[in-house]
T-cell receptor
Framework: DAGVIQSPRHEVTEMGQEVTLRCKPI?????LFWYRQTMMRGLELLIY????????DSGMPEDRFSAKMPNASFSTLKIQPSEPRDSAVYFC???????????FGQGTRLTVV | GENVEQHPSTLSVQEGDSAVIKCTYS??????FPWYKQELGKRPQLIID?????GEKKDQRIAVTLNKTAKHFSLHITETQPEDSAVYFC???????????????FGSGTQLTVLP
């Protein structure tokens, strides 16, 4: 298995534009997590899904952020409109039912100018 | 919700010395405490974890201790090597009844530098 796959690896966009980050979890994993990493705030959980259903989105900072998981092999995190303070590395992670380890993707480095 | 505090934020040691990183947590219901290592520009990766039913766990040069009463846990790295240089994150979580992961609350990270 190639692990958790995220795309793009890097994204530079202008303020006000829509940004979509993508994640393919490890096959068979039932949990999917979206994290944001910044120097100031460290690693923050934004939202997580279990069997494609959002369970806890209390970490989503604002209504500009939304996440979907239309099927077991794909999830998106969308920011619309984007702002410079959204610049961060966004990680997707997955873990299996009955498993405790979270497997992280390589991350997407987002820069909003 | 859970709050995890981690100290120190930076740590420099000479190669061969030991390094200790400490974390405290607030939620007494937390029962799972992993440690992740993140090398520069890379993803966080699990290096060791401990569950609340044990007080210590070792894996070669790495060990983790847990004090449930005091709600703190520590990472110990012995005989440090330059390749141990990275950011280390502690985390706390509640595992579900099936042992499934729940959301991890991470500490703020420790930048460990091992000087040759």
């Amino acid at each position: 298995d190639a692990g958790v796959i995220q795309s793009p690896r890097h994204e530079v966009t202008e303020m006000g534009q829509e940004v979509t980050l993508r994640c393919k979890p490890i096959s068979g994993h039932d949990y999917l997590f979206w994290y944001r990493q910044t120097m100031m705030r460290g690693l923050e959980l934004l939202i997580y899904f279990n069997n494609n259903v959002p369970i806890d989105d209390s970490g989503m900072p604002e209504d500009r952020f939304s996440a979907k998981m239309p099927n077991a092999s794909f999830s998106t995190l969308k920011i619309q409109p984007s702002e410079p303070r959204d610049s961060a590395v966004y990680f997707c992670a997955s873990s299996p039912q009955g498993g405790s380890e979270a497997f992280f993707g390589q991350g997407t480095r987002l820069t909003v100018v | 919700g859970e709050n995890v505090e981690q100290h120190p934020s930076t740590l420099s040691v000479q190669e061969g010395d030991s390094a200790v990183i400490k974390c405290t947590y607030s939620d007494s219901a937390s029962n799972y405490f992993p440690w992740y290592k993140q090398e520069l520009g890379k993803r966080p990766q699990l290096i060791i974890d401990i569950r609340s039913n044990v007080g210590e766990k070792k894996d070669q040069r790495i060990a983790v201790t847990l004090n449930k009463t005091a709600k703190h846990f520590s990472l110990h790295i012995t005989e440090t090597q330059p390749e141990d240089s990275a950011v280390y994150f502690c985390a706390a979580s509640r595992l579900g009844s099936s042992g499934s992961a729940r959301q991890l609350t991470f500490g703020s990270g420790t930048q460990l530098t091992v000087l040759p």
